[in-house]
């Protein structure tokens, strides 16, 4: 009796873990950006990647475009997206955020979107 309740408690938690695992939401978030450094792109660029919300990040000096992936968030603000660029929060602009594999991703160049 001891094992069949051992092992109905083992899948349980399987299966409960499983399901968790499964519906993580990924996040992405995308913006036009004004760095014109490369240098300090590059420092920043790696700073949002040691982000341990953050899956992918790709900041493009010469579109000076961003776009990142999320891992282990519930939910994506641009409050919370803008403040990873820190001292270039006033130089962002046209952000998106959306489900990645569920909303459509605005392709580049960004020409209808809000600023800022």
Do not use: H
């Given at each position: 009796?001891?094992?069949?309740?051992?092992?109905?408690?083992?899948?349980?938690n399987f299966?409960?873990?499983?399901?968790n695992?499964s519906?993580e939401?990924?996040?992405?978030?995308?913006c036009?950006f004004?760095?014109?450094?490369?240098?300090?792109?590059?420092i920043?660029?790696?700073?949002?990647r040691?982000?341990?919300?953050?899956?992918?990040?790709r900041?493009?000096f010469?579109?000076?475009?961003?776009?990142?992936?999320?891992k282990?968030?519930?939910?994506?603000?641009?409050?919370?997206?803008s403040?990873?660029?820190e001292?270039?929060i006033?130089?962002?602009?046209?952000i998106q955020?959306?489900?990645?594999?569920?909303?459509?991703?605005?392709?580049?160049?960004f020409?209808?979107?809000?600023?800022?």
């Amino acid at each position: 009796m001891k094992t069949i309740n051992l092992f109905l408690f083992l899948l349980i938690n399987f299966i409960s873990l499983s399901q968790n695992k499964s519906e993580e939401i990924t996040f992405f978030a995308q913006c036009k950006f004004e760095i014109n450094d490369q240098k300090e792109l590059k420092i920043l660029e790696e700073k949002i990647r040691q982000n341990p919300n953050v899956k992918v990040v790709r900041l493009d000096f010469v579109s000076q475009r961003s776009f990142i992936l999320t891992k282990n968030i519930s939910e994506l603000t641009e409050v919370q997206f803008s403040s990873w660029f820190e001292n270039y929060i006033d130089s962002i602009s046209c952000i998106q955020i959306g489900v990645y594999g569920i909303d459509k991703i605005n392709p580049y160049p960004f020409t209808n979107c809000n600023n800022k």
